[in-house]
């Protein structure tokens, strides 16, 4: 089984920067061969998906709502997933989440990313 362990959230203002990390531990063979994502949910919404990289940075995918203001990476031999996100809006006040491109992965607790006007 994999664990998954988010941080990096905070309260930052509008146009603001964060970084989120997400550490997988446990059964981790397989993590530098899997495809992981970082997904949110905003308070009564459904949770969705916002970026996604596959195992060697070959390809990578971003929701239009955070295209050219997020950046997703990864450390294979950490076995840390990361999440710049600059130019923060309000709008992107929600509780992240990573997981694999599936979604098949225990969730973690998330962490909350609060973004004041």
């Known amino acids: 089984q994999v664990q998954l362990v988010e941080s990096g959230g905070g309260l930052v203002q509008a146009g603001g920067s964060l970084r989120l990390s997400c550490a997988a531990s446990?059964?981790?063979?397989?993590?530098?061969?899997?495809?992981m994502g970082w997904f949110r949910q905003a308070p009564g919404k459904d949770r969705e998906l916002v970026a996604r990289i596959s195992w060697n940075w070959g390809s990578t995918y971003y929701a239009d709502s955070v295209q050219g203001r997020f950046t997703i990476s990864r450390d294979n031999a950490k076995n840390t997933v990361y999440l710049q996100m600059n130019s923060l809006k309000p709008e992107d006040t929600a509780v992240y989440y990573c997981n694999d491109a599936n979604a098949q992965i225990p969730w973690g607790q998330g962490t909350q990313v609060t973004v004041s006007p």
């Open positions: 446990g059964r981790t063979a397989s993590f530098s061969r899997t495809t």
